[in-house]
């Protein structure tokens, strides 16, 4: 690993601000597992995406991320253009120091700081799949976005929002779960025409769909226990037309892998998401809240390799 051109990506506002705090230990640490690098340190959206994808056409081998999955999805979308990847040989590394770090739940990524630079530094490469998204931003462009865990749309999306602009000083858990439940409160189900591939076409009223390649979002809500990272498949969970008493019910099912019990929740396959309304229906992004519907989502197979531990 020494031997390779490596760039940190540093956002030192997540984790509410700790992995600023944290980044002088990280560094020394990093630098002792893995010899010199260059370290880029972010200041808004945005720059993580232009930071990663500056210096993977300036030759670098591996781009480690500090920070969460908000801050992970920015240097994804710096791997890639629309068709794909501009670096199929590149590897991303990945320290989790964010307010959900759910992506580490499913991937083999350890969660402690020595643990993750030695991992990067044994340096086992695994391709995982993208899912890439065509939809609208909040000045109703068109935009094109890359994710590697999880798209949601509904009361997701309003969730994100919700968090994205409070507090996050009490962790990830409390942060989804206050703005979960307070947005529930303020919030109604939507109406949505949704197709995935050539075998479902239904207008359906929902609360949420996640069109999952990991298995959790929202700070540990197991929304697609069978999503597996590397399968080719998107794995979607629609939930359905339950009333505000059922979903309050239900809620502990999110986090304890009991949602398939759930008789108002399906579960699709599929390779291709494309979604309708009429309403205003907010998109969550890995935790970002770009845009809303309408959005058309495909699978990118095989996108990106990713350093993660042996199995």
Known sequence: MASKKIVFIVNPQSGNGSTGREWPHIHAVAEARLGPFISC????????????????????????????DGTLNEVVNGFMDYDGPIRKDALLGFIPNGTGCDFVRTATIPRGIEESLDTIRTCN???????????????????????????SFGLGGEVVDRVNRTTK?????????????????????????????????????????????????????????????????????????????????????????????????????????EAYSEQSVLLDVDGEQPGRLPVIIDIMPSALYVIMKNP
């Open 41 to 68: 340190l972010t200041s808004g959206p945005g720059d993580a995406t232009r930071i990663a994808r500056s210096h993977l056409l300036d030759g670098a081998e591996v781009i480690v991320c500090v920070g969460g």
């Open 125 to 151: 490469p695994c391709l995982i799949d993208l899912g890439r998204l065509r939809y609208r931003n909040h000045h109703d462009a068109p935009c094109t976005r890359y994710f590697h865990n999880i798209t």
């Open 169 to 273: 000083a009490f962790g990830p858990f409390i942060s989804f779960i206050w703005s979960t439940l307070i947005t529930l409160l303020l919030y109604g189900k939507k109406t949505i025409r949704l197709k995935v591939d050539d075998r479902y076409d239904e207008v359906i009223k929902i609360w949420n769909v996640a069109v999952a390649n990991g298995q959790y979002h929202g700070g540990g809500m197991l929304v697609a226990p069978k999503a597996v990272i590397n399968d080719g498949l998107f794995h979607i969970t629609v939930i359905g037309d339950l009333s505000l008493a059922g979903v309050f019910r239900h809620l502990p099912k999110l986090y304890n892998g009991k949602i398939h019990k759930i008789r108002e929740v399906s579960f699709l396959t599929g390779k291709k998401v």
